[in-house]
């Protein structure tokens, strides 16, 4: 179907929004599956005693998260692409769920900011926990991660100790002792709360700005395929300038021809 200008300029933005949330979204996924499935963890999801600790809802949360976000990028590729008006209406209820989702979930995060950064060292702790039992290479990468965005040294805080590469220190001091990160993470959590409101908002505000060019593309390819009926609906077969002459309903039968009169013709009736 014919789009105009907006329509174009919303397909296309729906197609890139839709690649950045697929990576976002696979690798959410993909991280997840790893936690949930590797040999080096997959025995913590077996002891039930374990079935309510941070670790293995962190993990739940990023496999549900990752699957969503594809759903929705399935939806939102499909209907835009092949400009579907049905795909793009389930992709709209969709974005508009998880627009709400991500607001609520920032204003309650934010209310609850010291308990959700407990949560989050705890989840730390039960990644170093495993880094200590098995020494997973994927594990070690994102633990170190974390110290050099942090500038922490493991659970001691000691680089003499841990096993760990710490960060490079900033003081004589510090090559002693180092900030623990369970205690970093949640003081760093409590005090960049306004910030994480504010990443969950705008996440939400992005939804937000997606749903409006999925509707805007929705509205513009019914209003495109109304006057492509509308056209083929009121199109009439053009008058002929010069009408063709009658034929012959007897084409085989001989012409009749008529003698003209002339006064030597009629006659005269009697007086």
């Known amino acids: 179907m014919a789009l105009d200008g907006c329509g174009l300029f919303c397909k296309y933005m729906l197609i890139i929004f839709n690649i950045i949330f697929a990576l ?8 997840g599956l790893w936690l949930r499935f590797s040999n080096n963890t997959r025995g913590i999801f077996e002891i039930e005693a ?21 759903l929705v990028v399935f939806f939102g590729d499909y209907g835009a692409c092949n400009e579907k008006r049905c795909a793009l209406q389930v ?27 407990k949560h989050i060292a705890e989840f730390y702790t039960s990644l170093y926990a495993l880094y200590v039992a098995n020494g997973d290479p994927v594990i070690k990468v994102t633990l170190q991660f974390v110290h050099n965005m ?28 180092m ?3 369970p205690a970093v993470i949640e003081s760093k959590f409590d005090s960049q709360a306004p910030l994480v409101l504010g ?10 700005v997606a749903l409006f060019c999925s509707t805007t593309l929705s509205s513009k390819l019914r209003q495109s395929a109304s006057a492509s009926q509308y056209i083929i609906l009121t199109q009439s077969t053009p008058v002929l300038a010069q ?6 309903y007897y084409p085989d039968q001989d012409p009749i ?9 009629i006659p005269l009736t009697q007086a």
Not at 24 to 31: I, M, P, R, S, W
Not at 199 to 208: D, E, I, P, S, Y
Not at 257 to 265: M, Q, V
């Open 199 to 208: 990443v969950f908002v705008g996440t939400g505000a992005l939804l937000l």
């Open 24 to 31: 976002v979204g696979f690798a959410c996924l993909g991280f």
């Open 257 to 265: 021809i008529f003698t003209p009169l002339t006064e030597a013709n």
């Open 179 to 181: 900030p623990t990160c």
């Open 50 to 70: 374990f079935s309510s600790t941070t670790f293995v809802i962190a993990v739940t949360v990023l496999i549900v998260l990752g699957s969503l976000m594809l």
């Open 91 to 117: 992709f709209s209820v969709l974005l508009a769920l998880m627009a709400v989702a991500a607001v609520c979930i920032g204003a309650i995060t934010f209310s609850q900011r010291v308990e959700v950064g």
């Open 150 to 177: 942090l500038h922490c040294c493991g659970v001691t805080g000691s680089p003499l100790v841990e096993s760990l590469d710490c960060p490079k220190p900033n003081s004589i001091f510090e090559n002693i002792v």
């Open 243 to 248: 009408p063709s002459p009658p034929t012959s």
